[in-house]
């Protein structure tokens, strides 16, 4: 069908090819147009209905967003904006430089210029951010049937229409009704006699993985906003809530793996880019590691009266890395998602014992029998080695688990806290083990 679109749009055949794109949908026109020529694209754009197009235009990545609105007339971009939600007007402007947002409020009536700088004021990530304000608003005093008169005179522009809010004259959010409880109520049935109360609500000040956090843990689909004087001003989609968690893990991901996030794809991002994101982290570690390597000058003597010693350095040290590694990505996952919290952190350190223990007692035992019955080190030698890695084991297991919980608590992402920078911590307190156990067993 692609081929075939590219056909008509080479030929001149514009309404047959805006026939067979009409036909497909929103996401995959938006995936179609990213692989097509710029060109091809601003001419495929144009001949799309305006519902379709702005349907379109929501599922673009920022940069083709940015080329279209820069390219298009200003008739053609009201035309668009007009049909899209405010929600995704604001997502779009926030990613967009200031020609592109002041080109944005010059083509929007006086009430929307408002609105979007009222967005644009809110905190970063936070609700009022992320919320729209195409809601469905009732009355207590309403009957069942005037609300449903209601909802069909002015649900066509809102994002959805599934949960209604309850509303007094100030705006103040009193409760919230199904449209399923609407349909199956008589309809001389006051709003006020169904409607429940009680409602759990978000804050504009929210942060967004709070946000995602109960959503995760009621099952909502979606959840109205307030201000600080409880009254409605918008409500946060599951939409904008998936978009909230795929940005929060792959933020959390690129920490975990040392690196400064970005919200750029990979193959859209030019290699000075990709560049300045890693390097201040790898210099951060290589100069910590520097800590390991002044620890083995410090037991020179030791290694040279025991050449053997060097050759077990890195089996230590990659198992006790790892060791860590596992359970900080436990933990960090476990904060993530809520089911571990700050108060939990004796718990956390109570079980990571436990589990080190076992861990260590296992790779320990058959640590000794290899290296000491099939390598044949000596007895002291492969007793250095074991006792060393226990306790590394335990060591990284309780740090690996611990540390994220403490930066959370001490407002700094848990995923700093993980694969690279335990894995530098163990090291160091690896060696240190290591060398002190020596000196101790082999007398040098």
Same mark, same amino acid.
Request: with cysteine; net charge negative.
């Given at each position: 069908?692609?081929?075939?679109?590219? !056909?008509?749009?080479?030929?001149?055949?514009?309404?047959?090819?805006?026939?067979?794109?009409?036909?497909?949908?929103?996401?995959?026109?938006?995936?179609?147009?990213?692989?097509?020529?710029?060109?091809?694209?601003?001419?495929?754009?144009?001949?799309?209905?305006?519902?379709?197009?702005?349907?379109?235009?929501?599922?673009?990545?920022?940069?083709?967003?940015?080329?279209?609105?820069?390219?298009?007339?200003?008739?053609?971009?009201?035309?668009?904006?007009?049909?899209?939600?405010?929600?995704?007007?604001?997502?779009?402007?926030?990613?967009?430089?200031?020609?592109?947002?002041?080109?944005?409020?010059?083509?929007?009536?006086?009430?929307?210029?408002?609105?979007?700088?009222?967005?644009?004021?809110?905190?970063?990530?936070?609700? *009022?951010?992320?919320?729209?304000?195409?809601?469905?608003?009732?009355?207590?005093?309403?009957?069942?049937?005037?609300?449903?008169?209601?909802?069909?005179?002015? *649900?066509?522009?809102?994002?959805?229409?599934?949960?209604?809010?309850?509303?007094?004259?100030?705006?103040?959010?009193?409760?919230?009704?199904?449209?399923?409880?609407?349909?199956?109520?008589?309809?001389?049935?006051?709003?006020?006699? @169904?409607? !429940?109360?009680?409602?759990?609500?978000?804050?504009?000040?929210?942060?967004?993985?709070?946000?995602?956090?109960?959503? =995760?843990?009621?099952?909502?689909?979606?959840?109205?906003?307030?201000?600080?004087?409880?009254?409605?001003?918008?409500?946060?989609?599951?939409?904008?809530?998936?978009?909230?968690?795929?940005?929060?893990?792959?933020?959390?991901?690129?920490?975990?793996?040392?690196?400064?996030?970005?919200?750029?794809?990979?193959?859209?991002?030019?290699?000075?880019?990709?560049? =300045?994101?890693? @390097?201040?982290?790898?210099?951060?570690?290589? @100069?910590?590691?520097?800590?390991?390597?002044?620890?083995?000058?410090?037991?020179?003597?030791?290694?040279?009266?025991?050449?053997?010693? #060097?050759?077990?350095?890195?089996?230590?040290?990659?198992?006790?890395?790892?060791?860590?590694?596992?359970?900080?990505?436990?933990?960090?996952?476990?904060?993530?998602? *809520?089911?571990?919290? /700050?108060?939990? @952190?004796? =718990?956390?350190?109570?079980?990571?014992?436990?589990?080190?223990?076992?861990? *260590?007692?296992?790779?320990?035992?058959?640590?000794?029998?290899?290296?000491?019955?099939? !390598?044949?080190?000596?007895? /002291?030698?492969?007793?250095?080695?074991?006792?060393?890695?226990?306790?590394?084991?335990?060591? #990284?297991?309780?740090?690996?688990?611990?540390?994220?919980?403490?930066?959370?608590?001490?407002?700094?992402?848990?995923?700093?806290?993980?694969?690279? /920078?335990?894995?530098?911590?163990?090291?160091?307190?690896?060696?240190?083990?290591?060398?002190?156990?020596?000196?101790?067993?082999?007398?040098?």
């Amino acid at each position: 069908m692609k081929e075939k679109i590219l !056909e008509f749009v080479e030929q001149g055949r514009f309404v047959e090819a805006r026939e067979e794109l009409i036909c497909m949908n929103v996401v995959d026109i938006a995936q179609f147009f990213e692989e097509t020529d710029k060109h091809k694209l601003l001419v495929m754009f144009r001949i799309l209905p305006k519902e379709i197009a702005s349907g379109v235009f929501t599922h673009m990545p920022y940069e083709l967003q940015r080329y279209i609105i820069e390219t298009i007339t200003d008739r053609e971009a009201k035309n668009i904006l007009d049909e899209l939600f405010l929600d995704d007007t604001i997502d779009f402007l926030e990613e967009m430089p200031a020609n592109v947002v002041k080109k944005v409020l010059k083509n929007s009536d006086e009430d929307t210029r408002k609105l979007i700088n009222q967005f644009l004021n809110y905190p970063e990530n936070s609700a *009022g951010s992320i919320m729209t304000i195409e809601y469905v608003d009732l009355k207590r005093e309403m009957t069942v049937k005037q609300a449903i008169q209601h909802i069909k005179k002015t *649900g066509i522009d809102k994002e959805t229409i599934d949960t209604c809010y309850v509303m007094n004259s100030n705006r103040i959010l009193e409760g919230v009704v199904s449209i399923r409880k609407l349909i199956l109520s008589e309809d001389q049935t006051l709003i006020e006699d @169904i409607m !429940e109360t009680g409602v759990l609500y978000l804050n504009t000040n929210d942060d967004q993985e709070e946000i995602a956090q109960l959503f =995760k843990k009621y099952d909502y689909l979606v959840m109205p906003v307030v201000d600080n004087e409880r009254r409605l001003v918008g409500i946060v989609t599951i939409d904008d809530i998936v978009d909230v968690i795929d940005r929060e893990n792959t933020e959390d991901f690129q920490k975990m793996a040392a690196m400064q996030p970005s919200e750029k794809e990979y193959l859209k991002t030019n290699a000075l880019t990709l560049a =300045k994101h890693r @390097i201040p982290w790898l210099l951060v570690l290589m @100069i910590s590691a520097t800590f390991t390597g002044g620890i083995i000058r410090r037991y020179d003597n030791a290694l040279q009266s025991v050449m053997i010693l #060097a050759s077990f350095i890195p089996m230590l040290m990659d198992t006790g890395g790892n060791a860590g590694s596992q359970s900080s990505t436990l933990i960090i996952r476990g904060l993530a998602l *809520g089911e571990i919290n /700050l108060k939990d @952190i004796i =718990k956390v350190l109570w079980k990571e014992l436990q589990v080190s223990c076992l861990i *260590g007692l296992t790779l320990s035992s058959v640590n000794f029998i290899r290296i000491y019955y099939i !390598e044949k080190v000596s007895f /002291l030698v492969a007793m250095t080695v074991n006792i060393t890695l226990f306790f590394t084991i335990v060591l #990284a297991k309780v740090v690996g688990g611990v540390l994220p919980i403490i930066a959370k608590k001490m407002r700094v992402d848990p995923a700093i806290m993980a694969s690279p /920078l335990i894995t530098t911590i163990v090291d160091a307190m690896a060696l240190i083990i290591y060398f002190s156990t020596a000196t101790w067993l082999l007398r040098i």
